[in-house]
């Protein structure tokens, strides 16, 4: 009532006492007595705007009659809607509970000013067990009610084909959201009203009423949506909802107006469900060579096809990160495209509960569903276990081949999508440059003008002491100062002029001939894991129509020339591709321990003649050491001296042979533990011939051993790229290319092409027989040492 009363009814009052009754009462107040001061009055709220809405006409033309409602096309697989009282209620088991749903409305508005009504009439609270990395998805109830185009998402906010309230008080448009009403919840009625009447001083708007009132602004529509039909829609997540779609308002509004049941034909636009003439609605199991198109088929197959819903893991993380669900390390990364790791920390998610609830829906729903399993479309078990959940009469199985040479309009798309890569990239770099380029102007300006700041200083301060002594000269230094300032200023405003709007402009990239001619997509991640695809290589095959499909069609080649494509491919991938499940043989695990044997035997050999050599050295510095031996004395005078018998001649010393003569035939060498003299072959070995030696003949094994356990004919050997793979697999060590000096292995093969070689064909094979004895590998490394020498000693 307080703020009810006007402002100015209080003027008048105070304006009608007398000025003697308050003058005596100011002179009655003590001197020493300070008044207090008088409380400013708190601003009066703002008005609310006043109501633009008017009262609707009533419309001659002629009304829609169908009933409108949601069709099943147009719902998420975890929507419930009620046979009858017009609920929509969500899935809340197996993960489910996670999950937002979306459902949107068969009628569209394209014109008018129109009213649909909703209620939330349950909150749902399921059980959630906590993971011990997981997040809490938050809020747990949700509700966003709003409008979206015909084929957009249902998930409201999710693209720019959409707008919406939502139960936090939040406006998304263009997918930004704004604070624009208060937060809502259960047993209060929601009415939305679109307008897009033209003339109106609300069109183009869209407003939320809670149980007849307004509770927001009119909330202008995006523009890139003015002017399509926009369908109401509703996303929520553990609620269970009523609806009104019908003539009548459950709650009357301030002012008069039509519901979306009573809407004129030529304002609307209603959905009809594509139901299939013979009753039997496809299941298509799309059967693709991985990596060739599969994905990117599937894109294309969706966008013209958008009342299938799309069954694979790939569709459950979108769905999680459409949810708003915290996955760790990001929704970007996974190891591949067919079976992506959830990662979510949240165990009713991470153990695939959604997958199998999911299967066990779609077989009890009546629409279209492409089940987009890479890996099991290709294995006939898994199909045919993947068959036997779509057993129902009103469904049509169809596996559908995609090998060989895609069709023109696929072609179309993956060159469109290569040149927007390309494009994205070149701007990413070029506003890269941009930004660095701008800093370092920045930079320059910056330096330009602390040279100027200093400059002038020190013009100051010299004009200040020659200004006490020359004073008319003082007055010409203004003058020639002023200059000086102008030139300055032209200077800075030199400095701050922009580039030319032209150069700012990225370039307009195209494709190479080579790109021109390419047909898939390289994707950042496989459709398969290289283990994955290796290990089940061999059980990849054909479907055919007695595994219980229905039909069998070939969407690119013919079955002859897909049947073809699809066996070299299968032959180049196990000629590329790993044996995942190799394990070495007896043969080689004997030849193995005889060579570490062999090797310690022979760096024993090596120590022990060292060890011989340091003690013979150390004899000779000891004798050469010694003083020489003082002469004897001569005998008393008169006594004849004595002659000693002559000495034995000396033998000569035979020459000795050793190790690193020139003229030693090291493969003429007999024993390799002595040369002749003792001396073992290997007694010149550092560190890096031992590796290298090592090196030779674990290739060696390696190569033999490869074709021993893996009896496949089609494989001829070991393919370049996975020898580092299985050189881990049989000595249960990794291999450092930096060790020996390389960057790439082709080079370290070339090195040691005296034992092991690489073919034209990329394949790794031996130089030497299988049963070539371990001395002939302490010759060739010998030999290569001497060689290396050789060079080092000749400068190269």
């Known amino acids: ?92 088991e197996g993960g489910m509970q996670f999950l937002l749903a979306g459902a949107r409305a068969n009628c569209g508005l394209k014109a008018g000013r129109y009213l649909f009504e909703a209620k939330i009439v349950e909150i749902l609270d399921p059980n959630e067990v906590p993971g011990q990395h997981g997040r809490p998805v938050n809020p747990k109830q949700l509700l966003r009610i709003g409008f979206s185009t015909a084929d957009s998402s249902l998930f409201l906010g999710d693209s720019e084909d959409s707008f919406c309230f939502d139960s936090e008080g939040k406006f998304t448009a263009s997918k930004q959201s704004s604070q624009a009403t208060q937060k809502f919840g259960r047993d209060q009625v929601l009415g939305v009203l679109l307008n897009l009447e033209e003339g109106s001083p609300n069109a183009n708007t869209v407003s939320l009423f809670r149980d007849g009132m307004r509770v927001s602004q009119p909330m202008p529509i995006p523009e890139n949506l003015k002017g399509k039909t926009l369908f109401p829609t509703v996303t929520f997540r553990n609620v269970t909802l009523s609806f009104n779609f019908g003539t009548a308002p459950k709650v009357d509004l301030p002012f008069k107006c039509h519901m979306i049941g009573a809407a004129a034909k030529k304002n609307s636009e209603l959905k009809h469900s594509k139901a299939p003439k013979d009753g039997k609605y496809e299941v298509i199991f799309p059967v693709c060579v991985p990596d060739q198109g599969t994905f990117d088929w599937l894109d294309l197959f969706l966008e013209k096809h958008p009342h299938y819903a799309e069954l694979s893991d790939r569709m459950i993380l979108d769905w999680c990160e459409k949810s708003g669900i915290s996955r760790n390390r990001g929704y970007k990364h996974r190891t591949s495209n067919d079976k992506p790791e959830m990662s979510f920390g949240i165990p009713q998610l991470d153990d695939q509960s959604v997958r199998r609830m999911l299967r066990n829906i779609a077989a009890a729903q009546k629409r279209n569903f492409v089940v987009m399993e890479v890996k099991a479309n290709l294995v006939e078990s898994e199909r045919k276990e993947l068959l036997s959940r779509f057993v129902a009469p009103h469904f049509k199985k169809i596996a559908h081949v995609l090998m060989g040479e895609p069709k023109e309009d696929f072609k179309k798309r993956t060159q469109s999508q290569l040149l927007k890569v390309k494009q994205d990239k070149s701007n990413s770099e070029f506003e890269q440059k941009k930004a660095a380029r701008k800093l370092q102007e920045l930079k320059e300006k910056e330096l330009k003008k602390a040279e100027r700041a200093a400059k002038r200083a020190k013009k100051n301060m010299e004009a200040e002491k020659k200004a006490a002594e020359e004073k008319k000269e003082g007055e010409e230094a203004q003058e020639t100062k002023a200059e000086e300032e102008k030139v300055e200023e032209e200077e800075e405003k030199e400095d701050e002029k922009m580039p030319d709007a032209e150069e700012e402009k990225p370039p307009v990239v195209e494709l190479t001939a080579e790109e021109k001619k390419q047909v898939f997509r390289t994707l950042e991640f496989p459709d398969l894991t290289s283990h994955l695809q290796s290990s089940n290589l061999e059980t990849f095959s054909m479907p055919e129509k007695d595994e219980g499909f229905d039909e069998v069609q070939y969407g690119w080649a013919a079955k002859t020339k897909a049947g073809e494509h699809f066996k070299d491919w299968k032959l180049h991938c196990k000629l590329t591709g790993r044996v995942e499940d190799i394990k070495p043989s007896e043969w080689f695990t004997e030849r193995c321990t005889s060579w570490s044997q062999q090797l310690g035997s022979w760096k024993q050999k090596q120590g022990l003649w060292k060890a011989e050599l340091a003690k013979k050295d150390k004899a000779q510095v000891e004798k050469k050491e010694e003083a020489p031996a003082e002469a004897p004395a001569e005998g008393a005078e008169g006594e004849e001296k004595k002659e000693e018998p002559p000495a034995a001649e000396e033998k000569k010393d035979e020459p000795m042979i050793h190790v690193n003569d020139f003229d030693l035939d090291v493969f003429g060498v007999a024993n390799v533990n002595d040369i002749g003299t003792g001396e073992p072959l290997c007694s010149m070995f550092g560190y890096e011939d031992w590796a290298l030696m090592t090196l030779r003949v674990e290739l060696h094994l390696l190569a033999h051993s490869f074709k021993k356990d893996v009896t496949d004919d089609e494989r001829p050997g070991i393919y370049i790229d996975n020898l580092l793979f299985y050189y881990n697999k049989y000595f249960r060590k990794n291999w450092n290319l930096s060790q020996f000096g390389f960057e790439k292995l082709n080079d370290l093969i070339d090195l040691l092409k005296d034992t092991v070689a690489l073919q034209s064909n990329n394949f790794f094979k031996p130089e030497k027989a299988e049963d070539t004895a371990l001395d002939n590998f302490v010759k060739l490394t010998e030999e290569h040492r001497r060689e290396r020498e050789r060079r080092v000693d000749a400068g190269d």
Do not use: C, Q, R, W
């Open 1 to 92: 009532a307080a703020e009810a009363t006007p402002a100015a009814e209080a003027t008048p009052a105070a304006e009608a006492t007398p000025a003697a009754e308050t003058a005596p009462a100011a002179e009655a107040a003590p001197a020493d007595v300070e008044m207090t001061p008088k409380v400013p009055e708190p601003p009066a709220a703002p008005e609310p705007p006043k109501e633009l809405e008017e009262d609707a006409k009533e419309e001659k033309a002629a009304k829609i009659t169908d009933e409108i409602t949601f069709l099943t096309e147009d719902t998420t697989l975890n929507v419930m809607p009620s046979t009858a009282g017009n609920l929509l209620m969500t899935l809340t």
